[in-house]
């Protein structure tokens, strides 16, 4: 679940860095983790690479907005929507496979 908590949060505004960071934290002063710190670290970076593509508040989304003229909304959800939630769908599907593994 952290990939979308990540992903969610930075459509609100949050940067994927700040999110990353905090949730982060936050398990690491757990007593028990739910999982091995290794999942935990792969689980947020792929969220923080999924809202590069999905989040109009990333730096590459405003970037771009400010080079192409487009507005970021339009870039992520217009131009990058279905792709996010494509690999998202996909995302989730790998880490529940190796998970098994």
Do not use: E, K
């Given at each position: 679940a952290l990939p979308t908590i990540?992903?969610?949060?930075?459509?609100?505004?949050?940067?994927?860095?700040?999110?990353?960071?905090?949730?982060?934290?936050?398990i690491s002063h757990l007593d028990t983790p739910p999982v091995d710190f290794a999942w935990i670290a792969v689980a947020l970076s792929t969220g923080w690479a999924m809202s590069m593509t999905a989040s109009p508040f990333s730096a590459v989304a405003l970037l771009l907005g400010r080079i192409t003229g487009h507005s970021a909304q339009r870039l992520t959800w217009g131009w990058n929507g279905v792709y996010s939630i494509i690999a998202l769908a996909v995302l989730w599907i790998l880490l529940w496979g190796l998970s098994r593994l």
């Amino acid at each position: 679940a952290l990939p979308t908590i990540v992903l969610i949060s930075c459509q609100f505004g949050v940067t994927p860095i700040v999110m990353v960071v905090f949730l982060g934290t936050a398990i690491s002063h757990l007593d028990t983790p739910p999982v091995d710190f290794a999942w935990i670290a792969v689980a947020l970076s792929t969220g923080w690479a999924m809202s590069m593509t999905a989040s109009p508040f990333s730096a590459v989304a405003l970037l771009l907005g400010r080079i192409t003229g487009h507005s970021a909304q339009r870039l992520t959800w217009g131009w990058n929507g279905v792709y996010s939630i494509i690999a998202l769908a996909v995302l989730w599907i790998l880490l529940w496979g190796l998970s098994r593994l």
